[in-house]
């Protein structure tokens, strides 16, 4: 069969990645991913052919793993985390909607979910995720800030809690500012903030902080940025975000 594998590997270190997507991998003759992926996968990606490509091509990516599942081998497209957010896999489908070439048609495409960062990074800290949440990517390379800053905006004021992704990096520096600024206008100034880089990889660092006293200066696009909402709290080390049992229990 033509089969192509769309396999989000998780975080980092490789006892992160599932089990579902070790079977799948290792049944692949080819990969293809971002280097620094392709390096994480280890033992895995012994003896296969590995088709790597620096950050920023990632349309080609995407059409060389379908041209290749086309002809007959057996491909692995690897994102981290999870290969359908902020990553690879929409990529794919977008190629075949918009050229739908006939020998893309038999390609049998199976998607293997991963650990996306924002889990991963929550996990370091305790519960910060546990009530409703959602991600916002800084990176205005693909999307006009004025949307992002919308999003931003309507997220603040419904009281989501935050995982901003690509918050920052060399060219992109005053995004990051700017977002916690809006945050600060609808959200008070000792809610959590946790700076969670390269997590589970071998020089992760969690930092747990707050709104008031975060700096854009200790996150780098290895980041990932969770802000609290309004309920979210810290208990020794660990940041949680009620759900709200305390005030559904009997009064003594
Ligand atoms: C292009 S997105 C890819 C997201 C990935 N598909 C996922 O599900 O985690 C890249 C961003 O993901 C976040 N990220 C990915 N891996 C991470 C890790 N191990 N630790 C912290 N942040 C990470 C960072 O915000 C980074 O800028």
């Known amino acids: 069969v033509k089969r192509l594998y769309i396999v989000g590997t998780g975080p980092g270190a490789a006892e992160h990645l599932s089990p579902a997507a070790r079977v799948a991998l290792e049944s692949c003759t080819d990969l293809v991913g971002y280097g620094l992926y392709t390096d994480l996968l280890g033992d895995i990606s012994t003896g296969k052919n590995l088709h790597t490509s620096p950050l920023g091509q990632e349309t080609e990516r995407a059409r060389l793993a ?8 057996c491909v692995g497209l690897v994102s981290s985390g999870d290969a359908g957010i902020y990553a690879m896999a929409t990529l794919v489908f977008e190629l075949l909607d918009r050229e739908a070439k006939a020998a ?10 991963g650990i996306t960062a924002a889990q991963a990074a929550a996990s370091r ?3 910060p995720l546990a009530h409703d949440f959602c991600a916002i990517s800084l990176s205005d390379l693909l999307t006009p800030w004025e949307t992002i800053e919308k999003r931003l905006t309507a997220a603040a004021e419904a009281d989501f809690v935050l995982a901003l992704y690509n918050p920052i990096s060399s060219k992109r520096r005053w995004q990051l500012p700017r977002a916690l600024q809006i945050l600060s206008q609808h959200r008070a100034p000792q809610t959590p903030v946790v700076i969670a880089r390269n997590v589970t990889r071998a020089d992760e660092s969690i930092l747990v902080t707050s709104l008031a006293e975060v700096d854009a200066e200790n996150v780098d696009m290895l980041s990932v ?8 709290r810290c208990v020794g080390p660990w940041v949680y975000t009620p759900r709200g049992y305390a005030a559904k229990e009997p009064q003594h």
Do not use: F, M
């Open 125 to 127: 800290v305790g519960a």
């Open 225 to 232: 940025v969770l802000i609290g909402n309004r309920e979210t």
């Open 104 to 113: 893309w048609q038999c390609v049998e495409i199976t998607l293997v979910p």
């Open 66 to 73: 379908l041209e290749l599942a086309a002809s007959g081998r």
